[in-house]
């Protein structure tokens, strides 16, 4: 069964930063595309960023363009999210999610997510 | 971007009834949409994907219909572990993005 377990989340001050990690087993992690989707409290889904198999691709929302950087270490079975100048308006819970398949489009949605970590941005 | 618009965004129905919820694109996404539930207190769940194709282990009561502009999820009849908040989301290209949800409670 695939597992996706995410960490690093954590209490930051505006304008810190925190890198959220997602360790993945039971998979070939180095064959899908990963993505990070954040729910605020009580809020929706948003999406945040997805990098390609190879880590060669990446795409990012708007609202976190210039400040978040997502990336994978295939080696270590391993993505990450850097997170920069955080805002009050980060703060979700965080999930890792595995692309279905391994071609574009069926890369763009999910059948495994991880529990999530929460990031909480506040003074 | 491509918007989604889910309707209703909170709908209130008895075991046994049939429910239907609405995703609207603000353009076409062809049959590039997908339905997840999510509980509280849990990552969402993928039901549907392709617009049509049911997840495999998804009850199918699940199904789900359209394409191009208009999709619906239909439940067929509602049962207790279905109350919980079902998301569209379109992957037609980036970037990607989810419908505003609709939670289904008990009436």
């Known amino acids: 069964e695939v597992l996706l377990v995410e960490s690093g989340g954590g209490l930051v001050q505006p304008g810190g930063s925190l890198r959220l990690s997602c360790a993945a087993s039971?998979?070939?992690?180095?064959?899908?595309?990963m993505t990070w989707v954040r729910q605020a409290p009580g809020k929706g889904l948003e999406w945040v960023a997805t990098i390609s198999s190879s880590g060669s691709s990446t795409y990012y929302a708007d609202s976190v363009k210039g400040r978040f950087s997502i990336s994978r270490d295939n080696s270590k079975n391993t993505l990450y999210l850097q997170m920069n100048s955080l805002r009050a308006d980060d703060t979700a819970l965080y999930y890792c999610?595995?692309?279905?398949?391994?071609?574009?489009?069926?890369?763009?949605?999910?059948?495994?997510w991880g529990q999530g970590t929460l990031v909480t941005v506040s003074s | 971007d491509i918007q989604l618009t889910q309707s209703p965004s909170f709908l209130s129905a008895s075991i046994g009834d049939r429910v239907t919820i609405t995703c609207r694109a603000s353009?076409?996404?062809?049959?590039?949409l997908a339905w997840y539930q999510q509980k509280p207190g849990t990552a969402p769940k993928l039901l549907i994907y392709g617009a049509s194709t049911l997840q495999s282990g998804v009850p199918s009561r699940f199904s789900g219909s359209g394409s191009g502009t208009e999709f619906t999820l239909t439940i067929s009849s509602l049962q207790p572990e279905d109350f919980a908040t079902y998301y569209c989301?379109?992957?037609?290209?980036?970037?990607?993005?989810f419908g505003g949800g609709t939670k289904v409670e008990i009436k």
């Open positions: 989301q379109h992957f037609n290209s980036f970037p990607l993005t």
């Open positions: 039971q998979f070939t992690f180095s064959n899908y595309a």
């Open positions: 999610a595995k692309g279905r398949l391994t071609n574009p489009p069926y890369t763009r949605y999910f059948d495994n």
């Open positions: 353009q076409g996404i062809s049959s590039y």
